[in-house]
């Protein structure tokens, strides 16, 4: 009631209207379900401790092994990357194809330890990552590239990592009669090569020494 006898007109208030909070809990389920698709797309991949096997990647029956003599281990030189991002990079440069036969992941694209087989081993083609010149090329025809993803010139290999290196070069070799636990190299070793892969942190000689350990059991 006003002064002078009159009413005071009122706006009626939305606060606590039924469209107000439809409106409020849409907008919180719309943050939450973008909090949601950023941690899945952020977060990282996890580990894969699925038992490796030779099953899982064994070639075709109908494919013949090829007279493989060595396992060359490369690494990315990249802190991330998959087994289609290699082979994207590689195709640019024009390549027909990713060079190795096997990727295994470093938990950041891929899962910590995945281990993927390459067009290359699943059809016993030759590889494209020993080098390009004449020395290289045995190591090309015969020589089985395991590329893991990550940069060991400067970070250190995780050991989950390198025990399935160890787990996948053993089932090579106890299905490959040619192989044995010698002929693993590093890229640095194929003759005439000039490069530091797999970086100077991944050591050849200790990874030789866990696949020992693994045929013996």
């Known amino acids: 009631m006003r002064e ?36 899945l797309w952020l977060r990282p991949p996890g580990r894969d401790d699925a038992p490796l096997r030779w099953d899982a990647f064994a070639p075709p029956a109908e494919v013949a092994l090829r007279p493989w003599n060595a396992i060359v281990i490369h690494h990315s030189d990249s802190r991330r990357g998959t087994l289609e991002s290699i082979d994207a990079w590689h195709r640019k440069k024009g390549w027909d194809g990713i060079g190795y036969h096997f990727v295994v992941g470093n938990g950041v694209d891929m899962p910590l330890g995945r281990v993927e087989a390459t067009f290359r081993w699943r059809l016993q083609r030759e590889g494209a990552h020993a080098g390009a010149g004449p020395a290289q090329s045995p190591f090309n025809q ?52 000039d490069t530091k892969c797999p970086g100077t942190k991944l050591d050849v000689e200790r990874l030789r020494f866990l696949v020992r350990q693994r045929l013996q059991q």
């Not at 693993?184 to 005439?192: A, F, K, W, Y």
């Open 4 to 39: 002078d006898g009159g009413t005071i007109d009122r706006q009626p208030s939305t606060h606590g209207s039924p469209e107000r909070a439809a409106t409020v809990a849409a907008l919180a389920a719309a943050a939450a379900l973008l909090a949601l698709v950023l941690w």
């Open 142 to 193: 015969f020589g089985i590239g395991i590329c893991l993803v990550g940069d060991f010139e400067h970070d250190a290999l995780d050991p989950w990592q390198e025990a399935r290196v160890a787990d996948l070069c053993a089932e090579l070799i106890r299905h490959v009669p040619s192989l044995g636990p010698a002929r693993i190299i590093g890229h640095r070793d194929v003759p005439g090569k």
